[in-house]
């Protein structure tokens, strides 16, 4: 009777830790969900999601498919707008916790996936990815959940438990490619690890095989489409540095706050104290490996492959120039992170080191978050889009530098209508869809509208240099490449008046407007 009681009592501790831990996440992760204006990437999610459903047969999105689908459908449920569009990756965040919490209970115990769903609740980077339309707050869910999958199908050996697994699994390869990388290793390590009968073990290995080279063959054939999704990306090769960024947000979020930009750094006291808790966060990382191996070795094992495997692949692809590696990249690999250091903090002897090592994380999160959800400034895409749209004159002509930032522009220059599905991501001179054919240059009826990529300057002055409009030049200053952008400033103060220069410094946006010298 004793015992009962206990469990009972231990039952619903239990219960209120994770009901706590669950409405801290999705409190942290609908805090300012719409103050931010939609940047570049999430410009793209939206466009393909007010686009026909055949266009992802003819983009980039071809190669992780699944959540610009589901957006599609959302949007086209319940429309488009900073709170609803970012929704559904709240929701996956908040799923996320819940099932990082089985997740850890799973492969270690009760204590460890509490510690776990804790971490992820607030982190700082998934929260941030939690509250953006990409496919990354869906590819961190699905892969909690496809190695969830995975451990209770080899826990119980049973064909119906693998076959929800391989679901999942490929659902999470669907949402990005990458994914591919932990599909392979669970795979690797499949049948050594599991016991089922002869029978059973031949269905499986058909299972396993149809799926493994269907993806692989379709990766490779359209493989231009992943090397243009990384060529968009501009990323830097592999460095120390990099190798430290990736541990220090995936531990604290790094010391900048911004939607894939640098605008805001942090203060120095913020940053001091990221570099601590990447450090802590490192050691119980290490504690937690060696603390594992006595008794979870497979589990530790398991959680060491899922991040380690492709963190190798990555620097490996960077080596032989495939720069491929970035934190948001290996997002998916953060549950295990969490997962190992969680073990480690579980594992402290002392009750007492346990709550201030949890208090250190509490405080961390705490000062992160407060400079994450209050930037000095948040004014970005749907400020500079107001601005323009309340002071342009017919006559004037709008150049977007570099082309690509047409997309976030045009979004709410046209507050979301349908002229929006024929603008394009800016790339290798896509911005709008005339008649079939990509322009980089269009009338809208009332101004002309220029998108100059990022080697584009000369040509664009050789082609222009008679021509004479006001002009708004809207330059996004943080996007890679933007050494040419001087040699067009230097022929805009020979050619023309300058006016005036207004900032929308969240992501980095300046407003320059000029007028003819005539």
């Given at each position: 009777m004793g015992k009962e009681f206990s469990k009972g009592r231990g039952s619903l501790k239990t219960f209120l830790l994770i009901s706590l831990i669950l409405f801290l996440a999705l409190f942290l992760r609908l805090h300012t969900l719409s103050q931010k204006s939609f940047w570049y990437d999430e410009a793209c999610s939206l466009q393909f999601a007010v686009n026909q459903i055949s266009a992802i047969f003819s983009d980039h999105y071809?190669?992780?498919?699944?959540?610009?689908?589901?957006?599609?459908?959302?949007?086209?449920?319940?429309?488009?707008?900073?709170?609803?569009?970012?929704?559904?990756?709240?929701?996956?965040?908040?799923?996320?916790?819940?099932?990082?919490?089985?997740l850890g209970k799973e492969l270690f115990e009760k204590k460890t996936g509490i510690i776990a769903a804790f971490l992820l609740a607030v982190s700082y980077y998934h929260i941030a990815w939690s509250q953006q339309a990409r496919n990354y707050s869906l590819l961190v869910f699905l892969c909690i959940i496809s190695s969830l999958s995975y451990i209770l199908a080899v826990k119980r050996g049973r064909l119906f438990g693998f076959c929800v697994y391989f679901i999942f699994a490929i659902l999470a390869v669907l949402t990005s490619p990458i994914a591919i990388l932990l599909f392979l290793f669970q795979i690797a390590i499949l049948f050594k690890i599991t016991h089922i009968g002869k029978k059973s073990w031949s269905i499986a290995?058909?299972?396993?095989?149809?799926?493994?080279?269907?993806?692989?063959?379709?990766?490779?054939?359209?493989?231009?489409?992943?090397?243009?999704?990384?060529?968009?990306?501009?990323?830097?090769?592999?460095?120390?540095?990099?190798?430290?960024?990736?541990?220090?947000?995936?531990?604290?979020?790094?010391?900048?706050?911004?939607?894939?930009?640098?605008?805001?750094?942090?203060?120095?006291?913020?940053?001091?104290?990221?570099?601590?808790?990447?450090?802590?966060?490192?050691?119980?990382?290490?504690?937690?490996?060696?603390?594992?191996?006595?008794?979870?070795?497979?589990?530790?094992?398991?959680?060491?492959?899922?991040?380690?495997?492709?963190?190798?692949?990555?620097?490996?692809?960077?080596?032989?120039?495939?720069?491929?590696?970035?934190?948001?990249?290996?997002?998916?690999?953060?549950?295990?992170?969490?997962?190992?250091?969680?073990?480690?903090?579980?594992?402290?002897?002392?009750?007492?080191?346990?709550?201030?090592?949890?208090?250190?994380?509490?405080?961390?999160?705490?000062?992160?978050?407060?400079?994450?959800?209050?930037?000095?400034?948040?004014?970005?895409w749907?400020?500079?889009?107001?601005?323009?749209?309340?002071?342009?004159?017919?006559?004037?002509?709008?150049?977007?530098?570099?082309?690509?930032?047409?997309?976030?522009?045009?979004?709410?220059?046209?507050?979301?209508?349908g002229d929006f599905s024929s603008i394009g991501n800016g790339i290798n001179g896509k911005v709008r869809l005339v008649n079939g054919t990509w322009r980089k240059e269009f009338y809208d009826g009332k101004n002309l509208v220029t998108g100059i990529g990022l080697n584009g300057v000369k040509a664009f002055i050789r082609e222009n240099a008679d021509k004479k409009s006001d002009l708004w030049v809207i330059v996004s200053r943080y996007w890679p490449g933007l050494g040419n952008y001087r040699m067009f400033a230097e022929y805009l103060q020979s050619n023309y008046i300058f006016v005036e220069k207004k900032e929308f410094s969240f992501d980095g946006i300046e407003i320059l407007r000029y007028k003819t010298a005539q």
């Amino acid at each position: 009777m004793g015992k009962e009681f206990s469990k009972g009592r231990g039952s619903l501790k239990t219960f209120l830790l994770i009901s706590l831990i669950l409405f801290l996440a999705l409190f942290l992760r609908l805090h300012t969900l719409s103050q931010k204006s939609f940047w570049y990437d999430e410009a793209c999610s939206l466009q393909f999601a007010v686009n026909q459903i055949s266009a992802i047969f003819s983009d980039h999105y071809l190669t992780r498919p699944l959540y610009f689908i589901f957006l599609q459908i959302w949007t086209s449920i319940f429309g488009i707008g900073e709170f609803v569009s970012r929704l559904p990756s709240v929701i996956f965040g908040f799923l996320s916790v819940l099932f990082i919490y089985y997740l850890g209970k799973e492969l270690f115990e009760k204590k460890t996936g509490i510690i776990a769903a804790f971490l992820l609740a607030v982190s700082y980077y998934h929260i941030a990815w939690s509250q953006q339309a990409r496919n990354y707050s869906l590819l961190v869910f699905l892969c909690i959940i496809s190695s969830l999958s995975y451990i209770l199908a080899v826990k119980r050996g049973r064909l119906f438990g693998f076959c929800v697994y391989f679901i999942f699994a490929i659902l999470a390869v669907l949402t990005s490619p990458i994914a591919i990388l932990l599909f392979l290793f669970q795979i690797a390590i499949l049948f050594k690890i599991t016991h089922i009968g002869k029978k059973s073990w031949s269905i499986a290995s058909f299972l396993v095989t149809i799926p493994v080279f269907a993806l692989i063959f379709l990766l490779y054939r359209f493989r231009n489409y992943v090397f243009e999704d990384l060529h968009a990306a501009g990323l830097p090769g592999v460095s120390i540095s990099r190798i430290w960024e990736l541990f220090n947000v995936f531990s604290s979020g790094g010391g900048y706050v911004a939607q894939g930009a640098t605008a805001h750094q942090a203060g120095s006291s913020v940053v001091f104290l990221s570099i601590i808790i990447g450090i802590l966060f490192l050691v119980f990382y290490i504690y937690g490996v060696f603390a594992g191996f006595w008794n979870k070795r497979k589990s530790i094992a398991y959680c060491l492959g899922w991040f380690w495997v492709p963190f190798l692949v990555l620097i490996l692809l960077g080596l032989f120039g495939f720069n491929c590696f970035s934190p948001k990249y290996m997002i998916f690999a953060l549950p295990a992170y969490y997962l190992i250091i969680a073990r480690g903090i579980a594992f402290l002897s002392s009750k007492a080191i346990l709550l201030i090592a949890l208090m250190g994380i509490i405080l961390s999160s705490y000062f992160h978050l407060s400079f994450y959800y209050n930037p000095p400034d948040y004014s970005s895409w749907r400020e500079a889009a107001a601005y323009v749209e309340k002071y342009i004159r017919g006559s004037d002509r709008i150049i977007i530098i570099p082309s690509p930032q047409i997309t976030p522009f045009w979004l709410y220059y046209k507050h979301f209508s349908g002229d929006f599905s024929s603008i394009g991501n800016g790339i290798n001179g896509k911005v709008r869809l005339v008649n079939g054919t990509w322009r980089k240059e269009f009338y809208d009826g009332k101004n002309l509208v220029t998108g100059i990529g990022l080697n584009g300057v000369k040509a664009f002055i050789r082609e222009n240099a008679d021509k004479k409009s006001d002009l708004w030049v809207i330059v996004s200053r943080y996007w890679p490449g933007l050494g040419n952008y001087r040699m067009f400033a230097e022929y805009l103060q020979s050619n023309y008046i300058f006016v005036e220069k207004k900032e929308f410094s969240f992501d980095g946006i300046e407003i320059l407007r000029y007028k003819t010298a005539q």
